[in-house]
């Protein structure tokens, strides 16, 4: 027998004892016999129609993460703001009634800011006192702008896994998620954050809002990063900056019911609100024909 031949004559078993990596693969099988319950949904905007009746419309779900993207100054804070105070509850419904909350179990909230100074990043947090109407103990801002790429994801995922926090996170916004990683377009970097993003929410079965800057003069979030948060993302909210009243947002991607477009302006108080959305739910609802590129449950 030549040299080649007995390199290939192999005694051990193909199939070894099992490992860490057969555990893992049986606990990924998918029974396609048994009901997979569609995920508790955090946040909804506006509504779809099955038959007669009508159903919230998913914009996020606990176990998933969302991407906002938006070209710099087109006020990607205020919808932030928005979101947030809406999920939060309290006066929101003042400031947009289609954005509703689903949150159950009074989870922390963690607002984790890269880009701003304390300062400003403050004057972006603080907007959930007059929007909700009380300064709510489980949120919790942060401005990471002093640390390096690596020690922000450090920091964040000491929150997640080893603070007062971590036994009960339900919503994680990074406003900045470029700036966890040292180059946008590293797609081994762009990959390693991809997948933390992924591990975070199913570990926590919480929601990640990611927001990210577009390229200039495109549509398209920066670098493989921003590829790859599109690709991954349950949802995809884009910003458009209309004029110096108006900011139109458009959802180009979603795993579930498709969202309306919405507009929204800001106050006199320098606080964001949807415009005109209860003439266009209550007076001209749109009604979707079910699809079979998204899901079926009422969510």
Known sequence: ??????????????????????????????????????????????????????????????????CLMAP???????????????????????????????????????????EQSKFHAQNVFKRVIPMTGSNPDNYKPFALREFSSSERVEIIETAIYSSEYSDNIDFIIIDGIADLIKDVNDIKESTMMIEKLMRWTSDKKCHILNVIHTNPGTNKPKGHLGTFIMQKAETVSRLEYIDERQTKINFPFTRNYPINDLIMEINSDGLPFIVGEQLSMIEEPISLKPNTNFETEPF
């Open 1 to 66: 027998m030549s040299e080649f031949l007995k390199y290939l004559a192999i005694d051990e078993p193909i199939v070894k004892p099992v490992s860490e990596n057969q555990k893992k693969l049986e606990s990924a099988f998918v029974d396609i016999t048994k009901k997979i319950e569609f995920p508790p949904v955090a946040i909804s905007i506006g509504l779809h129609y099955l038959g007669s009746s009508s159903y919230p419309t998913a914009f996020a779900t606990y176990g998933n993460f969302s």
């Open 72 to 114: 710099s100054k087109a006020r990607k804070s205020f919808f932030k703001s928005l979101l947030v105070s809406a999920y939060i509850g309290g006066n929101a419904n003042q400031f947009t009634t289609s954005i509703k909350s689903h949150k159950s179990k009074g989870g922390y909230i963690l607002d984790f800011d890269t």
